[in-house]
């Protein structure tokens, strides 16, 4: 039984993606009598997978829905990019993961990416369940959008599963209300406010250091007064 997944990059992966690579090169057809390669025999466009894609959907949900998670809500622009992953997966012949946020133009927080190939649905979402990187996306709170799209080729399925959170709306700061004060009796009539008065100054008596000087002082106050 054929049947890849992929969800993470490392190292063993994109040895065991080399490896394809060149098993794949190997089986390369000899050219023609007229000296060409017919490549257009390795790509070809497969279909795409309707049912397979509402089966994969209603499983994840139910997923969810048992780890009391909200169902995961069919986003148009992540079904058009994840089509056009497995129909570029089908058309190698292999599973590779895709550039996220190719494709997506909405205003996205997160995204995750499940992909795999095998012989149908129910082997494959097994396959992804078991899979601690797979699951993580398939049960993660945050996600709350996908694109689930399946292209069959031949008798092999190639699923592309794209996760997607938004990114939460600029909350408007709420108005500062003014403070209240609440009286105890709403009947109780209100104090008038009382002006303040003006501010009272003293005049502080003249002190001299002697009666000498103090007579001075008077004299020069009866003089100035008989000008």
Request: glycine share 8%.
């Amino acid at each position: 039984m054929l049947l890849a997944i992929r969800g993470s990059y490392n190292a063993r992966a994109l040895a065991l993606f080399c490896v394809l690579i060149l098993s794949f090169s190997f089986f390369l057809p000899s050219t023609t009598s007229h000296g060409s390669t017919s490549i257009k025999s390795l790509f070809k466009t497969g279909n795409v997978d309707l049912a397979a894609e509402k089966d994969f959907l209603n499983r994840t949900n139910a997923l969810r829905a048992s780890k009391g998670l909200g169902a995961l809500q069919l986003n148009e622009e992540l079904l058009a990019k994840a089509r056009g992953w497995s129909q570029t997966q089908a058309s190698s012949g292999t599973i590779f993961h895709s550039n996220l946020a190719t494709g997506v133009t909405q205003n996205w927080k997160r995204l995750g990416e499940n992909v795999g190939m095998g012989p149908s649905v129910g082997p494959i979402h097994d396959a992804l369940v078991r899979s601690p990187r797979h699951y993580e996306n398939l049960i993660d709170p945050g996600f709350t959008q996908v694109g689930i799209g399946v292209v069959r080729q031949g008798d092999i399925i190639y699923v592309t599963q794209v996760f997607m959170e938004f990114m939460p709306a600029a909350s408007t700061p709420a108005p500062k209300s003014q403070p209240q004060v609440q009286s105890n009796n709403a009947s109780a009539p209100s104090q008038p406010v009382s002006q303040q008065s003006a501010p009272i100054v003293q005049s502080v008596p003249l002190k001299t250091a002697s009666p000498e000087l103090n007579a001075i002082v008077m004299r020069i106050s009866e003089l100035e007064s008989n000008l």
